[in-house]
């Protein structure tokens, strides 16, 4: 996921657009899958949250649910309507940006995703509505899934402040932190122990 997030990252330095990815603490460290054609597939879904985009954010999750791992990708793009949804995976087929023009490209994109999700046992769905964005899914069995056992952390037992303004990103940190033995509040100008931490997105919170 590093890889393919730091491969677009500046195309979207270069749009003005927030990326975030977003990794569950019990995603697996492996499992048996073809990573090569599984990087193809993300790559490809960001890269079209990033064309189809024009300001905002992309959102990248991965986690766990119901014996899958899911890769979830979200943007604020121009969205699609419900017709337009369903041909989405049809073999040449190319929708418009914005209902203006078809995009660039042969249109087997999807169709591809798809195709190669699915001979990996998984399916790929997509969320989408006209002006408001689009969000991909991929559900991926877990397959001989290994998680290393979480190693104890010094800041175990500790308590975590968050001053965080980004809803998304605050839910993320709340997770993490939790799953590695902290105590997690928001902060409204308490007072602060010595060994606590604080963690914070504005640059003018003292």
Request: aromatic share 8%; glycine share 10%; charged share 20%.
């Amino acid at each position: 996921m590093s890889y393919i997030i730091g491969n677009y990252l500046s195309l979207v330095v270069k749009k003005r657009l927030g990326l975030y990815c977003f990794i569950d603490p019990d995603v697996p460290d492996s499992l048996r899958g073809d990573p090569a054609r599984l990087q193809q597939v993300l790559s490809n879904l960001l890269n079209n949250a990033i064309k189809f985009t024009r300001s905002g954010s992309i959102v990248v999750t991965v986690y766990c649910r119901d014996g899958y791992l899911l890769f979830s990708v979200r943007d604020t793009g121009v969205g699609m309507q419900t017709r337009e949804v369903m041909q989405l995976f049809d073999p040449f087929v190319q929708l418009g940006d914005g209902g203006q023009r078809p995009t660039q490209g042969t249109g087997l994109g999807l169709a591809i995703c798809e195709k190669l999700v699915n001979l990996m046992d998984g399916d790929i769905a997509v969320e989408s509505e006209r002006g408001i964005g689009s969000r991909f899914t991929i559900r991926l069995p877990l397959y001989q899934a290994f998680t290393r056992p979480v190693e104890k952390q010094d800041a175990a037992g500790h308590t975590c402040w968050l001053a965080v303004r980004n809803s998304a990103m605050g839910r993320y940190l709340q997770l993490l932190l939790r799953h590695h033995g902290l105590t997690v509040l928001d902060y409204h100008d308490e007072a602060l122990s010595f060994d606590d931490m604080f963690i914070c997105d504005d640059p003018q919170q003292p």
